[in-house]
């Protein structure tokens, strides 16, 4: 069974910071693994990412994958009070079909203090 | 287009009671989604169909039913509503097995 880890589940700062959260994956047939940021409703798209090594960029933040440690982190420099969110991790199941089905982490709850 | 909808936003059901959450998008995405959020949790996939006419289970499908008839709407259905399935109910499409899932905005349902 596909299983999506992320960590730390919560974490406070203040603005300006910078933050890395990280997720940890265990897949078969792994294709690509995604993140997304929830605010108040839907979750809504940040990054798909593919290859190791490879850095996505936008703006402030960042994020990595590491295919051979089966894990990804996402960055977020200079924080400010509209980055508060909840980060999620999902990667598309396989199992020989291509329904991309997700599996979510639980998510990493921010909290952007003035 | 106005993408994923959901309606209604919020609902109180009563123990017993059945509902329908309805799904529709604009953007003739075959693949569509209905995902439960539970507080502090991350997102779990109910049902899912691949196109009109065909759907399938997710990893927490019991209590629920789904159909889909035409590429646009994707209802999901609540026969006897329980308080386990308070939850914030996503739905979600795309246009294919490599692309994006795009959500709708959630319906907050809430089962006293």
């Known amino acids: 069974e596909d299983k999506v880890v992320q960590s730390p589940l919560s974490l406070v700062v203040h603005e300006g910071d910078t933050v890395t959260l990280n997720c940890s994956y265990e897949?078969?047939?792994?294709?690509?693994l995604l993140w997304y940021k929830q605010e108040k409703k839907a979750p809504t798209f940040l990054f798909m990412l593919t290859s190791s090594g490879i850095e996505k960029k936008s703006g402030r933040l960042s994020s990595i994958l590491d295919k051979k440690e089966l894990f990804s982190i996402l960055n977020i420099t200079a924080t400010q009070t509209g980055d508060s969110a909840i980060y999620l991790c999902?990667?598309?199941?396989?199992?020989?079909?291509?329904?991309?089905?997700?599996?979510f982490g639980q998510g990493t709850i921010l909290t952007v203090h003035p | 287009n106005a993408g994923v909808t959901q309606t209604p936003k919020f609902r109180i059901l009563k123990i017993g009671q059945s509902m329908t959450l309805q799904c529709a998008q604009d953007?003739?995405?075959?693949?569509m989604y209905w995902y439960r959020q539970d507080p502090g949790m991350g997102l779990k996939l109910i049902y899912y169909s691949v196109g009109a006419g065909i759907t399938d289970k997710g990893e927490v499908p019991n209590g629920y039913n789904v159909s889909r008839s035409t590429t646009e709407d994707f209802p999901l259905r609540l026969e006897l509503a329980a308080p386990s399935q308070t939850s914030v109910y996503f739905c979600?499409?795309?246009?294919?097995?490599?692309?994006?899932?795009?959500f709708g905005p959630g319906t907050r349902l809430l089962v006293l």
């Open positions: 999902a990667v598309p199941n396989a199992g020989g079909t291509s329904y991309g089905k997700l599996t």
């Open positions: 953007m003739n995405h075959n693949y």
């Open positions: 979600a499409s795309k246009t294919g097995p490599q692309e994006t899932q795009y």
């Open positions: 897949v078969t047939n792994f294709r690509s």
